[in-house]
């Protein structure tokens, strides 16, 4: 049995999210998907143990897909790892 209706990665990465960065912060970024992938770059850049991260080259693109289709996002941080929408704290 697949978890999450057949969606391993999403439920890898929510798990991801959820141990590293709290669920509340999981249940903030779910309804995002662009906000949903910097979360789990930042859990996952946070975590240590060398697993799969996202690219600054996927950050960048999902950078430009969220500033393209749902509004204007900010890169914060060197590395790029965090999103936020520019109308959110």
């Known amino acids: 049995m697949l978890p999450w209706s057949g969606h391993p990665t999403g439920f890898?990465?929510?798990n991801r999210i959820r141990d590293q960065l709290g669920s509340e912060t999981l249940v903030r970024g779910v309804g995002d998907?662009?906000?949903f992938f910097s979360l789990y770059k930042t859990a996952a850049d946070n975590s240590g143990d060398n697993r799969a991260s996202l690219s600054e080259a996927t950050v960048h693109i999902v950078h430009t897909l969220s500033n393209k289709y749902v509004g204007k996002y900010e890169l914060h941080g060197s590395s790029a790892s965090c999103l936020n929408?520019?109308?959110?704290p």
């Not at 929408?85 to 959110?88: L, P, T």
């Open 12 to 14: 890898y990465m929510a």
């Open 85 to 88: 929408r520019a109308d959110e």
């Open 33 to 35: 998907p662009f906000s």
